[in-house]
């Protein structure tokens, strides 16, 4: 795009943004109650924060990039770079969390039939339905090929048959892609990528009480669910090829999610640093964290252009979740016994304590540094076995 | 602007790194055993001059290339990859910096010479073993129709080969203050003015300067009397994004040795590459460089840019680039092994000029705590 071209643009952007994003929504988030996740029942915090979904939805712009037919805004990469960067310059907040737009539908766009684009992609960016994802078991964790889910073929229907955990909000979810056994002679070559509704029969979850207090994910159990099978996305027994490119971009979002926007800076947020020697460690982190948003912006730009290495998001990935473990941590020390506390209004609940506790999944969800420093040294560095 | 190589700039990268690829540390190890006293090569740095990298960022209307901090960023690159010594980095980033903000008397006098790769500079602000600039204590007292220089400089880097000197000298307050530095152009043969050139690990030079009342004119001044502060640390500025780019250079040399080395070495029976211990590690430094290469490149894009936030990214880069290649460096040796502390091998070299480099205008420690206090902390 020329110079001149991003510049209209930009302005068009601006002007659109100044006339349309609600005052509320320029507000920073101040907790999961803020997120706007959609859904079949979806639940806003205000009215404007629906205001602002059904806005951004109808100029496609909770998908930017995705195709116009699809429910998406048709942007070039360097349009949605602008647009970006024009919501950040606001403080905008994003319209729409949903692992639809993060997850299933980039899957979708690559592997799924135009029939199952057409279908679902304009759900997913409207957010009228809420997706999770069914891939661990309690036997299938980094080891993720040998899940043991069935999925029999019974003719006009797949019969679904086992357990997933670690399903984020299974419970509060609409629909699931999950990975499915087809074929149990095989390893990798058996397993394929089903979606399905929740509200299917046989469909129970059960959430799990985490450290931090809260019940992000769920115990998910399918007893002879029945799903059509117009439902596969890609080839049955093709399945580990969507996933895998699924997890990509699962990595790149995970990767990600420290990230506050605009300015990284750790210690410009700290009300009292202390002594020296937590500063030191501060001034530190803050030099990686400028760093890694370098690395993300060159990330992304490269990925736009279609230069990234293929295993890039699991260097992403690795070093984006080990830093905001430590950027929890350094927080923890900086707020001393007030972030200590759990439940009082003036600790906003303990906001700062179940930040920090939670952020420790953030190295295992989406597969551990451990995986994504193995895939990095054999996919990337070429290193033998 | 997006955060990678443009394909301009990817052919001049396709273009440096053969031309000193193609010896490699070869061209260092002749000029070490050589007992070369200047510790680079007049032939190389003509060549430069010839293919217009000494004049990288000197517009063209001044005869120079009129490219940018990524451009030199890129040579510097290849230079760190290779070992190459070259007055590269404190002539043409450095030292053209301040030339460009000169008088046209300075100017006329030496940015032509730079140019053409005859002379170069020597960046003369250290006078303590660690980089603080504004302690700045050497100084400059008003005399006739100029100035006397009177203290001492140190870590001058090819300070005893070079033919001009940028001095920051105190013309007002006490050192430790921003205020009151003033910088200097000032030719190496002058009066009073005593050279000690030392070699440092890395077989490079260095120079002490001891100042005895070095007469200068008053059309040496270079930028504000005074107000040197701003022009000083755009100087140091381009340097430190310059040495990031070299640090950059050497962690990822050191990386490609050390996984090569991972794959060949075989003990128990098979390659240690294969090793989960060694893979992990290997990994990680992997993350570490891609990461300082983009902190790198961002702080060249916004020097380019001319933006306020240049400084952060700066220290930035110079921070990560110094982190990262350290850590390269230091992995590098261990995971080779015994051979890793033979001069034989290539991998020792590289450690010796990463410590250089992480002392050259300020280490990751000053680099950090810059960022901080620019943060407000």
Same mark, same amino acid.
């Given at each position: 795009?020329?110079?001149?071209?991003?510049?209209?643009?930009?302005?068009?952007?601006?002007?659109?943004?100044?006339?349309?994003?609600?005052?509320?929504?320029?507000?920073?988030?101040?907790?999961?109650?803020?997120?706007?996740?959609?859904?079949?029942?979806?639940?806003?915090?205000?009215?404007?924060?629906?205001?602002?979904?059904?806005?951004?939805?109808?100029?496609?712009?909770?998908?930017?990039?995705?195709?116009?037919?699809?429910?998406?805004?048709?942007?070039?990469?360097?349009?949605?770079?602008?647009?970006?960067?024009?919501?950040?310059?606001?403080?905008?907040?994003?319209?729409?969390?949903?692992?639809?737009?993060?997850?299933?539908?980039?899957? +979708? +766009?690559?592997?799924?039939?135009?029939?199952?684009?057409?279908?679902?992609?304009?759900?997913?960016?409207?957010?009228?339905?809420?997706?999770?994802?069914?891939?661990?078991?309690?036997?299938?964790?980094?080891?993720?090929?040998?899940?043991?889910?069935?999925?029999?073929?019974?003719?006009?229907?797949? +019969?679904?048959?086992?357990?997933?955990?670690?399903?984020?909000?299974?419970?509060?979810?609409?629909?699931?892609?999950?990975?499915?056994?087809?074929?149990?002679?095989?390893?990798?070559?058996?397993?394929?990528?089903?979606?399905?509704?929740?509200?299917?029969?046989?469909?129970?979850?059960?959430?799990?009480?985490?450290?931090?207090?809260?019940?992000?994910?769920?115990?998910?159990?399918?007893?002879?669910?029945?799903?059509?099978?117009?439902?596969?996305?890609?080839?049955?027994?093709?399945?580990?090829?969507?996933?895998?490119?699924?997890?990509?971009?699962?990595?790149?979002?995970?990767?990600?999610?420290?990230?506050?926007?605009?300015?990284?800076?750790?210690?410009?947020?700290?009300?009292?640093?202390?002594?020296?020697?937590?500063?030191?460690?501060?001034?530190?982190?803050?030099?990686?964290?400028?760093?890694?948003?370098?690395?993300?912006?060159?990330?992304?730009?490269?990925?736009?252009?279609?230069?990234?290495?293929?295993?890039?998001?699991?260097?992403?990935?690795?070093?984006?979740?080990?830093?905001?473990?430590?950027?929890?941590? +350094?927080?923890?020390?900086?707020?001393?016994?007030?972030?200590?506390?759990?439940?009082?209004?003036?600790?906003?609940?303990?906001?700062?304590?179940?930040?920090?506790?939670?952020?420790?999944?953030?190295?295992?969800?989406?597969?551990?540094?451990?995986?994504?420093?193995?895939?990095?040294?054999?996919?990337?560095?070429?290193?033998?076995? | 602007?997006?955060?990678? #190589?443009?394909?301009?700039?990817?052919?001049?990268?396709?273009?440096?790194?053969?031309?000193?690829?193609?010896? &490699?540390?070869?061209?260092?190890?002749?000029?070490?055993?050589?007992?070369?006293?200047?510790?680079?090569?007049?032939?190389?740095?003509?060549?430069?001059?010839?293919? &217009? #990298?000494?004049?990288?960022?000197?517009?063209?209307?001044?005869?120079?290339?009129?490219?940018?901090?990524?451009?030199?960023?890129?040579?510097?690159?290849?230079?760190?990859?290779?070992?190459?010594?070259?007055?590269?980095?404190?002539?043409?980033? !450095?030292?053209?910096?301040?030339?460009?903000?000169?008088?046209?008397?300075?100017?006329?006098?030496?940015?032509?010479?730079?140019?053409?790769?005859?002379?170069?500079?020597?960046? !003369?602000?250290?006078?303590?073993?660690?980089?603080?600039? !504004?302690?700045?204590?050497?100084?400059?007292?008003?005399?006739?129709?100029?100035?006397?220089? *009177?203290?001492?400089?140190?870590?001058?880097?090819?300070?005893?080969?070079?033919?001009?000197?940028?001095?920051?000298?105190?013309? !007002?307050?006490?050192?430790?203050?921003?205020?009151?530095?003033?910088?200097?152009?000032?030719?190496?043969?002058?009066?009073?003015?005593?050279?000690?050139?030392?070699?440092?690990?890395?077989?490079?030079?260095?120079?002490?300067?001891?100042?005895?009342?070095?007469?200068?004119?008053?059309?040496?001044?270079?930028?504000?009397?005074?107000?040197?502060?701003?022009?000083?640390?755009?100087?140091?500025?381009?340097?430190?994004?310059?040495?990031?780019?070299?640090?950059?250079?050497?962690?990822?040399?050191?990386?490609?040795?050390?996984?090569?080395?991972?794959?060949?070495?075989?003990?128990?029976?098979?390659?240690?590459? *294969?090793?989960?211990?060694?893979?992990?590690?290997?990994?990680?430094?992997?993350?570490?460089?891609?990461?300082?290469?983009?902190? *790198?490149?961002?702080?060249?894009?916004?020097?380019?840019?001319?933006?306020?936030?240049?400084?952060?990214?700066?220290?930035?880069?110079?921070?990560?680039?110094?982190?990262?290649?350290?850590?390269?460096?230091?992995?590098?040796?261990?995971?080779?092994?015994?051979?890793?502390?033979?001069?034989?091998?290539?991998?020792?070299?590289?450690?010796?000029?990463?410590?250089? #480099?992480?002392?050259?205008?300020?280490?990751?420690?000053?680099?950090?705590?810059?960022?901080?206090?620019?943060?407000?902390?």
């Amino acid at each position: 795009m020329a110079v001149v071209d991003e510049d209209v643009f930009r302005a068009e952007v601006r002007d659109w943004l100044e006339a349309n994003c609600p005052a509320e929504m320029r507000a920073p988030v101040r907790g999961d109650e803020d997120l706007c996740w959609g859904g079949r029942n979806p639940t806003f915090s205000c009215p404007e924060q629906k205001v602002w979904l059904d806005r951004m939805a109808a100029k496609g712009w909770t998908v930017p990039d995705w195709p116009v037919a699809y429910g998406g805004g048709g942007l070039t990469p360097a349009e949605t770079k602008i647009l970006r960067a024009e919501m950040k310059a606001i403080g905008a907040r994003s319209p729409l969390y949903s692992f639809g737009i993060s997850m299933l539908g980039p899957a +979708l +766009l690559e592997y799924g039939s135009e029939a199952q684009k057409l279908h679902y992609l304009p759900q997913i960016a409207r957010g009228e339905i809420r997706w999770c994802q069914g891939y661990s078991e309690p036997g299938a964790g980094s080891d993720l090929a040998s899940l043991q889910t069935r999925a029999d073929d019974r003719g006009d229907h797949w +019969l679904v048959n086992g357990q997933k955990v670690w399903t984020s909000y299974a419970d509060k979810a609409d629909w699931i892609f999950c990975l499915v056994r087809t074929d149990a002679t095989e390893k990798q070559k058996g397993i394929t990528f089903l979606l399905f509704d929740m509200a299917s029969p046989g469909v129970t979850t059960k959430p799990i009480l985490l450290i931090s207090g809260s019940s992000p994910f769920c115990e998910t159990f399918f007893d002879d669910v029945r799903v059509p099978k117009d439902q596969v996305v890609g080839a049955v027994n093709r399945g580990w090829d969507v996933a895998k490119y699924l997890l990509g971009h699962e990595r790149e979002m995970i990767s990600g999610m420290g990230l506050a926007a605009g300015d990284p800076s750790l210690g410009r947020t700290l009300t009292d640093i202390g002594d020296p020697g937590l500063r030191a460690l501060v001034a530190a982190f803050d030099v990686d964290a400028y760093a890694f948003q370098a690395m993300s912006e060159r990330f992304i730009d490269e990925l736009k252009a279609g230069q990234a290495h293929p295993a890039q998001p699991s260097m992403m990935k690795y070093a984006g979740t080990e830093l905001n473990k430590q950027r929890s941590e +350094l927080a923890m020390a900086a707020g001393g016994s007030d972030a200590l506390e759990w439940d009082s209004a003036r600790s906003n609940t303990g906001a700062a304590a179940r930040t920090w506790l939670r952020s420790k999944g953030n190295s295992i969800e989406g597969g551990t540094s451990e995986i994504q420093l193995g895939i990095v040294a054999k996919r990337i560095l070429a290193l033998p076995g | 602007m997006p955060l990678y #190589l443009t394909d301009d700039q990817i052919m001049l990268k396709d273009m440096v790194g053969p031309m000193l690829g193609e010896e &490699g540390p070869r061209h260092l190890r002749r000029l070490r055993d050589g007992h070369d006293a200047a510790g680079w090569s007049r032939e190389l740095w003509a060549r430069f001059g010839e293919m &217009g #990298l000494a004049g990288v960022l000197v517009p063209e209307t001044a005869g120079g290339s009129g490219l940018g901090h990524v451009e030199a960023g890129i040579v510097l690159e290849a230079i760190g990859r290779n070992l190459t010594p070259s007055p590269f980095l404190a002539t043409a980033v !450095a030292g053209v910096t301040v030339l460009a903000a000169a008088d046209d008397a300075v100017r006329g006098r030496w940015l032509p010479d730079v140019v053409t790769g005859s002379a170069t500079i020597g960046i !003369a602000v250290d006078e303590g073993a660690k980089h603080r600039p !504004a302690a700045i204590a050497l100084r400059a007292e008003r005399s006739g129709n100029g100035f006397r220089l *009177t203290g001492s400089k140190t870590f001058v880097v090819q300070g005893g080969t070079a033919d001009l000197l940028i001095v920051a000298a105190r013309t !007002a307050g006490a050192a430790g203050e921003e205020a009151g530095i003033t910088l200097f152009a000032v030719p190496r043969a002058s009066e009073g003015l005593d050279v000690e050139s030392v070699r440092l690990a890395d077989s490079g030079m260095a120079a002490r300067l001891a100042f005895d009342g070095v007469a200068v004119d008053a059309d040496a001044v270079i930028g504000e009397v005074d107000g040197g502060w701003g022009l000083l640390s755009r100087m140091l500025d381009a340097g430190r994004a310059g040495a990031a780019a070299e640090l950059v250079g050497v962690g990822g040399a050191a990386l490609d040795l050390t996984v090569d080395y991972l794959k060949t070495r075989r003990q128990f029976g098979r390659e240690i590459g *294969t090793f989960q211990a060694l893979q992990f590690r290997a990994a990680h430094l992997y993350s570490e460089l891609e990461i300082a290469r983009a902190a *790198t490149l961002k702080a060249q894009q916004m020097l380019d840019a001319e933006h306020a936030d240049a400084p952060k990214w700066v220290a930035v880069a110079k921070a990560k680039a110094g982190q990262a290649a350290t850590l390269a460096v230091q992995e590098g040796v261990q995971m080779h092994g015994g051979i890793g502390m033979t001069d034989e091998y290539d991998i020792g070299l590289y450690m010796k000029r990463d410590r250089v #480099l992480q002392e050259w205008f300020g280490d990751a420690a000053f680099q950090a705590d810059r960022l901080a206090v620019m943060n407000g902390f």
